[in-house]
């Protein structure tokens, strides 16, 4: 009996001391949710409800949030179309519901800076992301080339890109553009930001994650960073509850 005890609290002083370790490893952005995913991946037999017991009531350890600040840029429309995606953020198919959108990003000067992405809404995984000093439709252009150029054999007739009304994508240059690909743009009503939501969830992520747990003083440092994020540890060793907790690389390529 004193054995079993002795064992049974050995165990427990593991496990958190493991869960400690992977919260602070993650710069204390995951939940309990995402640390039991991480424990079962390290072979632990465990539950979620004991992981928040540890993690939350007893550690006191809890996801870092921070709500994005919304900022909208006004610009002269050249066309806009309709919502096509009606909120509807699941696709049966690799590469046939696109979502982008921009989020701002500052150094440690004050100076701002833009990022736009793309991701792929059957596996919620980060197709191409471009940072630069301003927010326009040629930064849109570059990273939708960027995001086509990632995708071999991609047929572009049946990709819907889905995005807001800002001006950089209603713009002549980037809906002719889109037009002269074949590609068919969806828009989210104007003043619904929430339209986009996984748009939303990325850089929510993308700031909790990396940008509020750091300093940086050069574009060049900056833009590595957000790099490295997005296809090294969103796409392939970050959990996503849409994948049923697979990596977005998990889940596109049917592996474990």
Known sequence: MKKRKANYHRNKAKIKKTIRELYHAHNGSPGYRIIHIYLCRKGYDISRLIVHKYMNR????????RRRKLSYERGISHKVYNNKLKQDFNSPEINRKWC????????????????????????????????????????A????????????GIDLHKLMLYSDQGSQYTSKDFTEYCEGLGITQSMSKAGYPYDNAPMERYFNTLKNDLIYQHYY???????????????????????????NYKTPYEARYGVI
């Open 58 to 65: 007893e550690l006191q350890l809890y996801s870092i949030s």
């Open 100 to 139: 982008t959108d921009f989020t701002y990003l500052f150094l440690t000067d004050g100076s701002k800076r833009y990022n736009c992405t793309i991701i792929d809404l059957y596996d919620r995984s980060v197709v191409a992301g471009i940072s630069d000093r301003n927010i326009t439709s040629d930064l």
């Open 141 to 152: 252009k570059r990273t939708l080339q960027k995001a086509i150029d990632s995708q071999p």
């Open 217 to 243: 003083h050069s574009e060049k440092e900056l833009y590595r960073a957000i790099e490295e994020f997005a296809y090294v540890q969103y796409n392939h060793v970050r959990p996503h509850s849409y994948n």
